[in-house]
């Protein structure tokens, strides 16, 4: 069996003092199934485990193709089957090299399996390192989600629940928090403001609805403060809520506070596309030794928590499909013209956008899943996660690069009318994103 080589991205041991605990760390593996839970509450627990297979070594600098698909060498001489799409790898590989970004991730999930399709890290200079799995970049915007399923399921608002809003477009001050007849000219309700992603209008419902540990309650239902469980190590996405009413009220809006990773990004994503039910994503779907005896091979994904009631993740869908369909997305998703780069192909998304001005980086996010609808053709749904780092000169933002993965995707399954990028970089811009 011919089996080469090739530039298809990498996932490569992390370095940096935040990650050195996760050094001798050795995955556990789950060869059973786990039993469901009835409560909509409950968080589930991987209780059937196997200690003495494990991946040690695994890592995706050097990715390897044969004729049945791409490898990844683990320890002992061992070697890894992977997941991925061999196709849809270096299509993300090439987007994030031609854009030339100083850092930038891409995760794509199969949502009904778990499998990983595309884990693709981009670093332009400096010591590599896995951005997949590293949760160093602030959440941002993206953490509206957090709120907006904290609104629904502990506020118990809809999305059409209205409210008036003026100011916090870069930045939340007291006064904006303040409700005022002769200040707020504009009245939105929740699935707009998830689409558009107002910051005073989840602030202000925030303080209202929610209390600090109800908000935090929920990040955690989500994964926060917790490794996602995965075949490679992973750096818990991070969250601090102050009780200070005016940082609340930012955090709730993603003003910093908290931190996130593309995979755990791509797994929120992909359990609202399932409904609230969250199984564990794999990279790995065979292990052989040195021999090309198999070892281990992957059970099929099952629950391992919920994160929102069916009926909360099925509102946080329409509220995401705002996003794209009239949002904070829709020109990266629609051409001049105003014509979808997936027609056909309804897609659910969150952006987020922060700087940090000591720096001078700007962290753009894009997570989603399509189709929210299903297509004639039978494709798989699939949840995707980008996260770009600009420098103030820029070409696209995380959602331009998000819109391209996808079209490659579902171009490749032979959607009607979904062509593949072109992989032309447009004109660099200067950088304007929301402040503290």
């Given at each position: 069996m011919r089996s080469s080589f090739v530039s298809l991205g990498f996932g490569c041991v992390i370095v940096g003092a935040s990650l050195l605990a996760y050094r001798n760390w050795r995955p556990k593996v789950p060869v059973l199934p786990v039993e469901s839970e009835p409560s909509n509450d409950a968080v589930k627990v991987e209780r059937s485990v196997r200690t003495d297979v494990n991946l040690a070594g695994?890592?995706?600098?050097?990715?390897?193709?044969?004729?049945?698909?791409?490898?990844?060498?683990?320890?002992?001489?061992?070697?890894?089957?992977?997941?991925?799409?061999?196709?849809?790898?270096?299509?993300?590989?090439?987007?994030?090299?031609?854009?030339?970004?100083?850092?930038?991730a891409t995760v794509v999930i199969e949502v009904t399996t778990g499998k990983v399709?595309?884990?693709?890290?981009?670093?332009?200079?400096?010591?590599?390192?896995?951005?997949?799995?590293?949760?160093?970049?602030?959440?941002?915007?993206?953490?509206?989600?957090?709120?907006?399923?904290?609104?629904?399921?502990?506020?118990?608002?809809?999305?059409?629940?209205?409210?008036?809003?003026?100011?916090?477009?870069?930045?939340?001050?007291?006064?904006?928090?303040?409700?005022?007849?002769?200040?707020?000219?504009?009245?939105?309700?929740?699935?707009?403001?998830?689409?558009r992603s107002i910051n005073t209008v989840f602030a202000r419902l925030a303080q209202k609805h929610l209390t600090p540990q109800t908000l935090e309650a929920t990040a955690k239902r989500f994964g926060f403060g917790d490794s996602v469980p995965f075949d490679l190590p992973t750096q818990p996405s991070s969250l601090r809520i102050?009780?200070?009413?005016?940082?609340?009220?930012?955090?709730?809006?993603?003003?910093?506070?908290?931190?996130?990773?593309?995979?755990?990004?791509?797994?929120?994503?992909?359990?609202?596309?399932?409904?609230?039910?969250a199984i564990r994503p794999f990279v790995v779907s065979e292990a052989l030794d040195a021999t090309g005896r198999?070892?281990?091979?992957?059970?099929?994904?099952?629950?391992?928590?919920?994160?929102?009631?069916?009926?909360?993740?099925?509102?946080?869908?329409?509220?995401?499909?705002?996003?794209?369909?009239?949002?904070?997305?829709?020109?990266?998703?629609?051409?001049?013209?105003?014509?979808?780069?997936?027609?056909?192909?309804?897609?659910?998304?969150?952006?987020g956008t922060l700087t940090d001005a000591q720096t001078n980086r700007y962290f753009t996010w894009f997570t989603g899943f399509a189709p929210t609808k299903p297509l004639k053709q039978g494709v798989a749904q699939v949840a995707i996660a980008v996260l770009v780092v600009n420098d103030p000169n820029w070409q696209v933002k995380a959602n331009v690069m998000a819109r391209d993965v996808l079209r490659a995707y579902f171009a490749s399954r032979g959607v009607a009318k979904v062509t593949k990028p072109s992989g032309q970089p447009p004109p660099r811009k200067r950088a304007a994103y929301k402040r503290r």
């Open positions: 695994l890592e995706l600098s050097h990715l390897g193709v044969d004729d049945i698909g791409v490898t990844s060498a683990i320890a002992d001489g061992a070697t890894a089957r992977l997941t991925l799409d061999p196709e849809l790898q270096a299509t993300a590989q090439a987007l994030m090299k031609s854009y030339h970004f100083p850092e930038a399709l595309a884990y693709a890290s981009h670093l332009e200079r400096g010591p590599q390192r896995d951005l997949c799995v590293e949760a160093t970049a602030p959440a941002a915007s993206v953490f509206k989600v957090i709120t907006g399923a904290a609104l629904i399921e502990h506020g118990k608002l809809t999305g059409d629940t209205q409210q008036c809003y003026s100011g916090g477009e870069q930045r939340i001050n007291e006064r904006d928090l303040v409700d005022d007849p002769k200040r707020d000219r504009w009245c939105t309700n929740l699935t707009n403001a998830m689409g102050p009780d200070e009413p005016l940082e609340y009220a930012r955090t709730a809006a993603g003003f910093w506070h908290s931190t996130l990773s593309p995979l755990h990004a791509a797994w929120i994503s992909a359990t609202i596309a399932r409904g609230g039910e198999s070892f281990y091979r992957a059970s099929p994904s099952t629950a391992v928590r919920r994160f929102i009631s069916h009926e909360g993740a099925k509102a946080l869908t329409e509220m995401m499909e705002s996003t794209v369909r009239d949002g904070t997305s829709f020109k990266a998703f629609h051409d001049g013209k105003k014509r979808p780069f997936l027609p056909g192909v309804a897609v659910a998304g969150k952006t």
